[in-house]
């Protein structure tokens, strides 16, 4: 959400009073009343035109679970704030109080909390980016109408266009397009209507939004979601430029590494601040005892969460025997329609001991490879030999959807797999991928991970798969060169 006019209003309302107490909202309609899921305390302790926030005697009460108490928060402007924290500990529950303003931000610092995809429209992607600047917008209309005046527009005219000189106007529109193509729109798509767009793809409409407008705050929660890796590399080199406050959540610890000038930790009911990214974060000295409690549980539950945004195939064998690959492929043509295909002519095999990460741009054809391999796709040409004693288990991010959600993990492997003792089904939880003894293929977002698991890259393009020499480092400073950001 931005913190548009009707934010200024309630900003305004308050009076820039330095402490603000929120678990009401007017909803429209005479009467109708919005209770909120927050109860928000706190003190602003800085000077109210400052551009830095420090807040005092902070408390943060969600569905009457306390998740903050008596903590203080201080953004400092110009620093990027990575937000960490055990999976469940309501780590969105500041930002979202923080974007609509329960908290005592000053009125003259705009806010922009992305939430959600854009909403599905007739207007072009381009279009959706460059009119949510309102103030450019307005101004703009008014040179329209002094212009058509007798006059001319006068002094008054001057002073609209040394306004919108003043924020740039005149190149709005190229700023916007070329974030949507640093997000991966090509002219084309720029000029496609929001409504055409899947939801991930209006997710980063919305995310374009959010950095074309620049604002003093910007919050973001897992903003690599919706990306593939190139666009990964170029929102991570676009934010670590960012001169503004920055609060962004996410899995990733490579993206964190490579954004963030601070980390808050938020933990046993209170925001604890270090200096540095994530790597830097980690060699601070901290009680022995809440490391060995932190690290497990924290490793485990990141892992888990990285798997559910993982899209990952594997292979096993109950015998060994004499086969060149469990999974070979010959002369393999496919596409939806055989005037659109989407690889050509593939030769290449998986074994027992393949660990392999599919990367390349988005509609390449990763996750159609993935279903060529499991045979839920037939090819137009060739063939895809699986060996007889193949077992396929294959972990999507909508097989999460059908968990349930009010089990720990814990205790739904328990119901699944009953007769295991509890300290057995904790280690199989925790268990990490380098343990598994089988083939193992997948497509994730996040570097890190794949550099921890991958022992081969192979890229999706241009109708063929092709190997990449070297690691997913490499691979990432590939990107980093091909988009031009290399230093």
């Given amino acids: 959400m931005v913190s548009d006019a009707s934010n200024k209003k309630a900003a305004a309302k308050r009076g820039g009073k ?58 400092n402007y110009g620093r990027r704030y990575g937000l960490l924290g055990l999976n469940g500990c309501g780590k969105s529950t500041p930002l979202a109080a923080i974007g609509c303003r329960e908290l005592p931000i000053p009125e003259h610092m705009d806010i922009y909390h992305l939430t959600r995809e854009i909403e599905a429209s007739d207007m072009s992607a381009l279009e959706a980016v460059i009119n949510c600047d309102e103030e450019r917008l307005r101004l703009e209309k008014e040179a329209e109408i ?79 979601n919706h ?43 209170k925001l604890k601040f270090y200096t540095g990214n994530y790597d830097q974060y980690n060699t601070w000295p901290v009680n022995p005892r809440a490391r060995r409690k932190f690290l497990p549980r924290w490793s485990a539950v990141d892992l888990q969460k990285k798997w559910r945004r993982t899209k990952c195939w594997s292979f096993a064998l109950k015998m060994l025997v004499n086969f060149p690959h469990v999974v070979q492929f010959v002369g393999v043509t496919f596409g939806y329609t055989p005037e659109n295909l989407i690889y050509k002519n593939l030769d290449f095999g998986v074994d027992l001991d393949s660990r392999v990460a599919l990367v390349g741009p988005n509609g390449a054809g990763k ?67 380098d343990e598994w003894d089988g083939g193992l293929v997948l497509v994730s977002h996040d570097f890190r991970l794949i550099n921890q698991v991958a022992e081969e890259i192979w890229v999706c393009e241009n109708q063929a798969v092709t190997k990449w020499e070297g690691d997913i480092m490499d691979f990432k400073e590939h990107l980093r060169s091909k988009a031009g950001l290399s230093e």
């Fill in 367 to 433: 996750i159609t490879l993935l279903k060529l391999m499991t045979g839920d796709l037939i090819p137009l040409d060739g063939m895809v030999r699986r060996h007889n004693h193949l077992r396929i288990a294959q972990f999507h991010q909508h097989l999460a959807e059908k968990l349930d959600l009010e089990m720990s993990a814990l205790h739904y492997m328990m119901r699944e797999y009953p007769g295991n003792e509890e300290e057995r089904m904790r280690a199989a939880i925790g268990r990490s991928t």
């Fill in 146 to 224: 002094l212009a058509a005046e007798d006059d001319g527009g006068g002094e008054a005219l001057d002073r609209i266009y040394e306004q919108l000189e003043a924020i740039d106007a005149s190149t709005a529109e190229k700023r916007a397009a070329e974030i949507l193509y640093g997000l991966g729109f090509n002219k084309q798509m720029q000029a496609k209507r929001t409504c055409d767009f899947s939801g991930g793809w209006r997710m980063r409409i919305a995310l374009a939004r959010a950095l074309f407008m620049n604002p003093t705050i910007l919050l973001l929660d897992e903003p690599t």
């Fill in 227 to 269: 990306l593939d890796l190139e666009a990964c590399v170029w929102l991570e080199e676009t934010l670590k430029k960012l001169d503004r406050i920055l609060v962004v959540v996410s899995h990733s610890q490579d993206f964190l590494n490579g954004v963030c000038t601070n980390i808050i930790h938020m933990q046993s009911k």
């Fill in 18 to 75: 330095s402490s603000a107490t929120s678990s009401k909202a007017a909803a429209d309609g005479v009467g109708s009343m919005r209770i909120s899921e927050r109860t928000c305390r706190g003190v602003l302790a800085s000077h109210p035109l400052s551009r830095d926030i420090h807040i005092e005697s902070l408390s943060l009460t969600f569905h009457g679970h306390d998740l903050i108490v008596d903590s203080e928060l201080e953004l």
